[in-house]
C-alpha cells in the first residue's frame, strides 16, 4: 500500500511568517501533486512537480520534488490569511489515469 | 472556468436504501473518477471510468457500487444498500487526455442514518 504522510498536520501562524509543509513517501510516483481544499468544496490543483529535483514556483509558493521521486515540500514565503485552507499532496503513478494517493493533508491557519 | 456540477450537494439515507450521485463533468472530459472523504480521514481514490467502463476501482469499490454514463452526459455513482460506513463526502472528478489535470467536483455529503 502506498502511503504519503504530510507533516505538519496543523500550523498556526502570524501573517507574515514563512512555512514548510513536507509530503513523504516509501514509494516512487511519477509525479506529484499538490492540492488546495477549501471546506465544502473539493481539492483544486496548484501545481504538478513530475522531474525528480524539479522546483516550480506560483507566487509565493514553492514546491520541490525530491530527487528520487519519494517526498516533496511546499513552502510558503510571507503567508497571508488568504493561504488558511487544507493542504493536500497527492502521488500518482505514470498509467495516463489520474488515481491519486492522497497524503493525511496539512491544515494551515494564518492569523493577521 | 468550466465546473464540474455534483448533486445533491447532501443527501440524507436510511440505511439499507439505495442512493444515487449525479454528476455532470466538464463536457470535453474523458476520463471520470469518483472519489470519497470520510470525516476527518483522507480523500480515497474509488473508480476510474473511461470509454464507457470501468478502468481500475479500489477494494472500497465492491458489488455494492455501481457506476455509469447512461447518457453521454451525466456520471453516477449508485450504492445498492447504504451501510454506516458509507457516509462521507463523495467527489466526482474528470480530465480531457491523459494525465492532464484533474477537475474535482465540490462533493455530495451522504450522511446514512
Known amino acids: 500500500t502506498q502511503l504519503l504522510e504530510q507533516s505538519p498536520q496543523f500550523l498556526s501562524i502570524q501573517e507574515g511568517e514563512n512555512l514548510t509543509v513536507y509530503c513523504n513517501s516509501s514509494s516512487v510516483f511519477s509525479s506529484l501533486q499538490w492540492y488546495r481544499q477549501e471546506p465544502g468544496e473539493g481539492p483544486v490543483l496548484l501545481v504538478t512537480?513530475?522531474?525528480?529535483?524539479e522546483v516550480k514556483k506560483l507566487k509565493r509558493l514553492t514546491f520541490q520534488f525530491g530527487d528520487a521521486r519519494k517526498d516533496s515540500s511546499l513552502h510558503i514565503t510571507a503567508a497571508q490569511p488568504g493561504d488558511t485552507g487544507l493542504y493536500l499532496c497527492?502521488?500518482?503513478?505514470?498509467?495516463?489515469?489520474?488515481?491519486?494517493?492522497f497524503g493525511t493533508g496539512t491544515r494551515l491557519l494564518v492569523s493577521p | 472556468e468550466p465546473e464540474v456540477t455534483q448533486t445533491p450537494s447532501h443527501q440524507v439515507t436510511q440505511m439499507g436504501q439505495e442512493v444515487i450521485l449525479r454528476c455532470v463533468p466538464i463536457s470535453n472530459h474523458l476520463y471520470f473518477y469518483w472519489y470519497r472523504q470520510i470525516l476527518g480521514q483522507k480523500v480515497e481514490f474509488l473508480v476510474s471510468?473511461?470509454?464507457?467502463?470501468?478502468?481500475?476501482k479500489s477494494e472500497i469499490f465492491d458489488d455494492q457500487f455501481s457506476v455509469e454514463r447512461p447518457d453521454g452526459s451525466n456520471f453516477t455513482l449508485k450504492i445498492r444498500s447504504t451501510k454506516l460506513e458509507d457516509s462521507a463526502m463523495y467527489f466526482c472528478a474528470g480530465h480531457r487526455g491523459p494525465n492532464e489535470k484533474l477537475f474535482f467536483g465540490s462533493g455530495t455529503q451522504l450522511s446514512v442514518l
Open positions: 497527492a502521488g500518482v503513478r505514470n498509467t495516463g489515469f489520474q488515481k491519486l494517493v
Open positions: 471510468f473511461y470509454n464507457n467502463e470501468i478502468s481500475e
Open positions: 512537480v513530475v522531474t525528480g529535483g
